[in-house]
Nanobody, 123 residues
Framework: HVQLVESGGGSVQAGGSLRLSCEAP???????MAWFRQAPGKQREGVAA?????????YYADSVKGRFTISQDDAKNTVYLQMDSLKAEDTAMYYC?????????????????WGQGTQVTVS
């Protein structure tokens, strides 16, 4: 069983930075960790994903490329999302998820473990 615990959300001004953390004991029972977000009235969308095996290959949504960085710390069983140059449209509840992906495409349906979420507000 994989338990995911997110932290690091908060309020920040546009242009600022935040780093989200996801503690995931048992992380290697799945081959991929990802961050999703959901804004009020909108569908949940994938933000970034990283393969936890085979080199840590990362994938990003076009809306965050060049601004967000996903990484993992094997020793701490933790995945991070460094968010820079934040915009008001990045405001959302951010969720960490664990699952299996095949190839380079990934979506919500590939993930079977989810954290409770952490709120990010950019003003």
């Amino acid at each position: 069983h994989v338990q995911l615990v997110e932290s690091g959300g908060g309020s920040v001004q546009a242009g600022g930075s935040l780093r989200l953390s996801c503690e995931a004991p048992g992380i290697y029972s799945r081959n991929c960790m990802a961050w999703f977000r959901q804004a009020p009235g909108k569908q949940r969308e994938g933000v970034a994903a990283i393969r936890t095996r085979g080199g840590g290959i990362a994938y990003y949504a076009d809306s965050v490329k060049g601004r967000f960085t996903i990484s993992q710390d094997d020793a701490k069983n933790t995945v991070y999302l460094q968010m820079d140059s934040l915009k008001a449209e990045d405001t959302a509840m951010y969720y960490c998820a664990a699952g299996w992906i095949y190839g380079t495409r990934w979506s919500e349906k590939d993930f079977d473990y989810w954290g409770q979420g952490t709120q990010v507000t950019v003003s």
